[in-house]
């Protein structure tokens, strides 16, 4: 039987009245259970928010005034750094040359995609994929860390950021960041190494538009919009502020293929390089991505429009800025105008750069309608292509208590004769 996440939530404080590692504990109009698990203790973030962090993680807070504009009045805010005092560094994801290491392994990865795993209402649900990604061997899992309303949904539907009248209303209950909460904790549970992002650059849940909505503009002035901005890394920090130090977190991602049509590549530079160097002034230790497609790019470039730089994105540029860890790049040749055997193309001239950049890259999305048979080349590029350190195709899919997960188009269902090819046998070309 389906329980609400309310209901779940209320038997499992009847039970335990413990609240679960990197949950919330205390803050204003907050009425659930206090007591975090052994060895864990409720630390106070902001007025609004504390949260059960390791005992030994200590942290400090200080007061900042948030930029303001004709659009927004002014507010305060607390920003927080802390000691990895719960996660020693070696648990956290990191890069070694061209590599990643995890778990204190350094190897070739393979990973996906399950956007939509912070809006699911039902834990089962959640813990039955990450037990079959374990079960699979993959590693890498990247999700939705955003989820952004114009106007407040009805009860029941999960939601994180209400962007209304000038404001920014961040929803840290049950059927807000509490469904990223478990996420996190299922993670961790099953040694599943995630990549959260903050906003996406399509309007899908919310996206660009709904800060362009609230804030005026337009999706290319979205970049210097001092309003916009603010808001955006305030939820940067509200999302930082719940898993600082834990070893779930592959790596914290910018945007989901930030574009600026048309705009000098300036624009997006500048973005990159302030926000990034905003999010490791939050947490130092921690990996820091664009989540970009890869356009933009001289070396090994045939001309075509994916190698240009019409978005307004330079990889090469973007990839050199010292607090971005690691190149992202997409892949999907039918949406370019392109074939699927020009993929391979693609994969070794970003290979290169990432070679001559001295940071290891990540083939983060990739996906094609004929799954197997274009996809398994793509996947025997990357692994042996200096450079590529790991791979995660776009997207997983599986049966789940309400039925079937998202489909469209390019999804690979656990159990499928191509789960077996583009999953199975890939994993076991290099495990």
């Not at 659930?32 to 052994?38: A, K, L, V």
């Not at 930082?240 to 790596?251: D, K, L, M, N, V």
């Not at 001289?298 to 800025?321: C, V």
């Amino acid at each position: 039987m389906k329980l609400s996440t309310l209901n779940f939530l209320s038997l499992a404080g009847l039970v335990s009245a413990q609240v679960a590692n990197y949950g919330q504990c205390g803050g204003q109009n907050y009425s659930g259970p206090t007591t975090c698990n052994p060895g864990w203790s409720c630390q106070y973030l902001n007025p609004y928010y504390s949260q059960c962090l390791p005992a030994t993680q200590t942290t400090t807070l200080t007061t900042s005034t948030k930029p303001t504009s004709t659009s927004t009045t002014t507010r305060t805010s607390t920003s927080t750094t802390s000691t990895q005092g719960g996660s020693s560094s070696t648990s956290i994801p990191s890069k070694n040359g061209l590599k990643f290491t995890i778990d204190g392994k350094t190897a070739y990865y393979a990973g996906t995609n399950t956007y939509w795993l912070p809006f699911l209402t039902n834990n089962a649900d959640v813990d039955l994929v990450m037990s079959h990604l374990q079960q699979s061997g993959l590693k890498i899992l990247r999700v939705w860390g955003f989820n952004d309303v114009n106007t407040q949904p009805g009860s029941g539907t999960v939601w994180f950021q209400l962007l209304q009248n000038g404001q920014a209303t961040i929803n840290t209950g049950a059927n807000g960041l509490q469904r990223l909460d478990y996420v996190v904790q299922s993670a961790e549970a099953h040694d599943i190494k995630l990549i959260i992002n903050f906003v996406n650059n399509w309007n899908d849940y919310g996206g660009i538009n709904a800060y362009v909505n609230n804030y005026g503009g337009n999706a290319t002035t979205w970049y210097t919009n001092s309003a916009a901005q603010a808001a955006y890394r305030n939820y940067i920090k509200a999302v930082i502020s719940r898993y600082i130090g834990s070893p779930a977190i592959f790596a914290w991602e910018l945007a989901n293929e930030p574009r600026c049509h048309g705009c000098d590549t300036s624009v997006i530079y500048n973005w990159v390089s302030s926000t990034s160097a905003y999010i490791k002034s939050l947490e130092p230790n921690r990996m820091v991505c664009i989540g970009d497609e890869g356009m933009g790019l001289t070396t090994g470039s045939d001309g075509s429009y994916p190698f240009q730089y019409t978005e307004g994105t330079d990889f090469e540029k973007n990839l050199a800025i010292p607090t971005i860890d690691f190149g992202t790049l997409h892949l999907y040749p039918s949406s370019w105008g392109e074939q699927d055997s020009w993929g391979s193309t693609w994969i070794s001239a970003h290979g290169q750069a990432c070679v001559n950049a001295g940071k290891p890259c990540l083939l983060e999305e990739y996906g094609s309608t004929n799954h197997c048979s274009s996809e398994a080349p793509w996947q025997s590029t990357a692994l042996s292509t200096n450079g590529i350190a790991a791979d995660s195709f776009w997207q997983y899919g599986d049966t789940l208590s309400t039925g079937q997960s998202p489909n469209d188009g390019y999804t690979i269902y656990y159990g499928s004769s191509d789960y077996t090819c583009l999953v199975t046998n890939h994993i076991s070309q290099f495990q």
